[in-house]
């Protein structure tokens, strides 16, 4: 018969958390002449004392305890959790390992592992322990969505959408992969499979709030509003206060035009924001100050905005820093397009044409720049409609180029790029359509990305061949509609919660353009918006000759070859509509608060100002605007 272990009633208190009792009938035992015995004894203690609140020495006594015995796994795990909870996250690391390596068949600690780096903002080391996780658990889907979800945010963005596609053949109906790999199309503009898989997810299971909500949307940005309804109908049959149901419920009728139906329910929202996150009820806000604003509730709108903006800001709280070294990252590129830096005398020597053999010299892409809301999705739809090109509704392409120059290229300067450099990166660019189902060769592709425009550098030394769109708008106009957005946190949009951050990225993005657009050796195109609007079949023409295309009358027809277009910007919903000039200066009615920004723009206001535009546009003040 075996001996009675002398440490079961520290054990049985452990196990039910009382922390005195555990450390009563442990510390007798801390002496022991058993080693074995005495190491379990200090680890009990040790875990009990943390739990106490006395976090130092229950450290000590860890540590005792490994001392005796370092293969005690139970130990590691014990101290592994104390560092990190006592915020040692680098030594937390370091026991965790000691745990997985004597645990080998084990998930967890590769995920607490996997938990840790996340907290380090190191997503690299996240997605490899979680990667070794799911080795040792092939049969957990979660897994996967964890792993996808580490490498999307360390912008390897590929590697986790063809992660979810694998997977799918091992889980085929699991939901939370299909809509993972509908998110994944989403991004890549593919409408087709991103439709495919919420459908194949609600066909798993048809009452799934989560994955009709997220057709739902689907349907709104392809303007298909009765088939939205009818998916928020059954979601919220199901689940009554699902809130992102309850906002685009809210959504759909302003964009239904039941604007009377749509007050109701964002003041009924509203009215219970208490059960709802500070993202979701900016975004309540910032819905009703649109409301406010059809009905001529100027005041109301205003502190609607306000209010609204700063819950998003608060949310995205986190992004801030981003937003500061995005200005920073802007205004060296400024100093890099001035005349008289290393990169304006390097043009002298640069090449005009791409290398021989490289990829796209048959059909170069067109790039489209623009400070958002300055009609950039509207153009890009127009010029999208010509037979011999297409839209790509922001699938970020040049951003591929970018990335592939710090990862393969060393980060040099896009003047020190050598000809096998530009020939690799013009292959990322066509990869890069093509995994997202675009073929870059049967038409000419346009890369929308608005702010990708301070990366005129690199398109001179690895596009010198492509076209150069830049949409321009009354700077009013595009700093009061983007302050009226709820954009997804990115490190330039997460300065637009406040009218002076917005007009302080306006400010630094266009001082760069300045210099962008005087590089020598680039085809470039300057579009306003206001001619778009007055003046439609005139301006069309002259973008179709900016791209070196024939003219094609089916760009004036745009909307109808839109149809059931995939769009995922703010504009979704405008760029479906008649073109029109009401959008001209929405910001009239808060003129003075306007004017607080005025002399943050700089030059820009008289260069680009409607005034100065399109003078027949000018509008006369607007009564009862607010101080």
């Known amino acids: 018969m075996s001996n009675p272990d002398p440490l079961a009633k520290a054990r049985l208190a452990w196990m039910k958390r009382d922390a005195a009792a555990t450390v009563d009938a442990a510390q007798v035992h801390c002496t022991s002449p058993d080693p074995q015995v005495q190491a379990r004894a200090l680890c009990l203690c040790g875990q009990a004392l943390h739990h106490l609140g006395h976090t130092p020495p229950a450290l000590r006594l860890l540590r005792q305890s490994l001392a005796i015995n370092a293969h005690q796994v139970d130990t590691w795990r014990a101290l592994a959790n104390v560092l990190a909870e006592s915020g040692h996250?680098?030594?937390?690391?370091?026991?965790?390992?000691?745990?997985?390596?004597?645990?080998?068949?084990?998930?967890?600690?590769?995920?607490?592992?996997?938990?840790?780096?996340?907290?380090?903002?190191?997503?690299?080391?996240?997605?490899?322990?979680?990667?070794?996780?799911m080795l040792r658990a092939p049969r957990r889907a979660d897994l996967v969505l964890l792993y996808a979800s580490d490498l999307d945010a360390d912008e390897r963005t590929d590697e986790a959408h063809a992660a979810?596609?694998?997977?799918?053949?091992?889980?085929?109906?699991?939901?939370?992969?299909?809509?993972?790999?509908?998110?994944?199309?989403?991004?890549?503009?593919?409408?087709?499979?991103?439709?495919?898989?919420?459908?194949?997810?609600?066909?798993?299971?048809?009452?799934?709030?989560?994955?009709?909500?997220?057709?739902?949307?689907?349907?709104?940005?392809?303007?298909?509003?009765?088939?939205?309804?009818?998916?928020?109908?059954?979601?919220?049959?199901?689940?009554?206060?699902?809130?992102?149901?309850?906002?685009?419920?809210?959504?759909?009728?302003?964009?239904?035009?039941?604007?009377?139906?749509?007050?109701?329910?964002?003041?009924?929202?509203?009215?219970?924001?208490?059960?709802?996150?500070?993202?979701?009820?900016?975004?309540?806000?910032?819905?009703?100050?649109?409301?406010?604003?059809?009905?001529?509730?100027?005041?109301?709108?205003?502190?609607?905005?306000?209010?609204?903006?700063?819950?998003?800001?608060?949310?995205?709280?986190?992004?801030?820093?981003?937003?500061?070294?995005?200005?920073?990252?802007?205004?060296?590129?400024?100093?890099?397009?001035?005349?008289?830096?290393t990169f304006r005398a390097a043009l002298a020597t640069m090449p005009t044409v791409p290398p021989t053999g490289a990829a796209l010299i048959?059909?170069?892409?067109?790039?489209?720049?623009?400070?958002?809301?300055?009609?950039?999705?509207?153009?890009?739809?127009?010029?999208?409609?010509?037979?011999?090109?297409?839209?790509?509704?922001?699938?970020?392409?040049?951003?591929?180029?970018?990335?592939?120059?710090?990862?393969?290229?060393?980060?040099?300067?896009?003047?020190?790029?050598?000809?096998?450099?530009?020939?690799?990166?013009?292959?990322?660019?066509?990869?890069?359509?093509?995994?997202a189902g675009f073929d870059p060769t049967a038409t000419r592709l346009i890369d929308k990305n608005p702010l990708n425009l301070v990366f005129m550098d690199i398109i001179r030394r690895v596009f010198p061949d492509s076209p150069v769109v830049m949409?321009?708008?009354?700077?009013?106009?595009?700093?009061?509609?983007?302050?009226?957005?709820?954009?997804?946190?990115?490190?330039?949009?997460?300065?637009?919660?406040?009218?002076?951050?917005?007009?302080?990225?306006?400010?630094?993005?266009?001082?760069?353009?300045?210099?962008?657009?005087?590089?020598?050796?680039?085809?470039?195109t300057e579009i306003h918006y206001e001619h778009i609007v007055t003046r439609f079949e005139a301006t069309a023409r002259m973008m179709v000759q900016a791209t070196g295309e024939a003219w094609d009358s089916a760009v004036l027809d745009y909307r109808t070859t839109l149809g059931k277009a995939f769009v995922r910007t703010p504009s979704f919903a405008a760029v479906g509509q008649k073109v029109t000039s009401r959008r001209v200066a929405r910001w009239l009615p808060h003129t003075k608060r306007m004017d607080a920004i005025v002399p943050i723009l700089g030059t820009h206001l008289d260069a680009y100002g409607v005034h100065t535009v399109a003078p027949e546009l000018q509008p006369e003040p607007a009564e009862g605007s607010k101080p």
């Not at 680098?90 to 607490?112: C, D, F, G, M, S």
């Open 89 to 133: 996250r680098k030594e937390a690391i370091q026991a965790w390992r000691q745990v997985a390596v004597r645990t080998a068949n084990e998930p967890t600690p590769w995920l607490k592992l996997a938990e840790l780096h996340r907290d380090r903002d190191d997503h690299a080391s996240a997605a490899t322990a979680v990667q070794q996780a």
């Open 164 to 341: 979810v596609i694998q997977a799918l053949t091992r889980f085929p109906n699991h939901i939370e992969l299909h809509l993972q790999a509908a998110e994944g199309y989403s991004a890549r503009a593919n409408r087709a499979m991103c439709l495919q898989h919420l459908n194949t997810a609600i066909q798993a299971k048809p009452r799934d709030p989560k994955a009709r909500a997220r057709r739902a949307l689907f349907y709104v940005q392809t303007r298909e509003f009765d088939a939205a309804a009818a998916d928020l109908a059954v979601t919220l049959e199901t689940e009554p206060n699902h809130k992102a149901a309850r906002l685009q419920e809210i959504r759909l009728a302003i964009l239904q035009k039941k604007f009377d139906h749509a007050l109701q329910l964002v003041n009924t929202f509203l009215l219970n924001e208490a059960d709802f996150d500070t993202l979701s009820v900016g975004q309540a806000l910032l819905y009703r100050a649109d409301l406010n604003r059809k009905h001529g509730r100027y005041d109301e709108e205003w502190a609607d905005l306000v209010r609204g903006q700063a819950l998003l800001g608060e949310a995205q709280k986190t992004h801030r820093p981003q937003g500061e070294r995005y200005l920073t990252m802007v205004g060296q590129q400024t100093e890099r397009l001035k005349p008289g830096s």
């Open 362 to 435: 048959e059909s170069p892409p067109v790039f489209m720049f623009g400070f958002p809301r300055s009609g950039t999705t509207l153009a890009e739809r127009v010029l999208g409609a010509h037979p011999n090109l297409t839209a790509t509704d922001e699938l970020n392409l040049l951003g591929a180029v970018c990335a592939s120059i710090m990862a393969d290229c060393d980060g040099v300067p896009a003047e020190e790029l050598t000809e096998a450099q530009v020939r690799h990166l013009r292959q990322v660019f066509a990869k890069k359509a093509v995994r």
């Open 471 to 524: 949409l321009l708008r009354d700077p009013r106009d595009c700093i009061w509609s983007a302050f009226r957005q709820s954009f997804e946190p990115n490190p330039a949009l997460v300065l637009t919660h406040d009218l002076v951050g917005t007009a302080t990225l306006y400010r630094t993005v266009l001082d760069c353009w300045q210099h962008g657009r005087t590089i020598e050796g680039l085809n470039i």
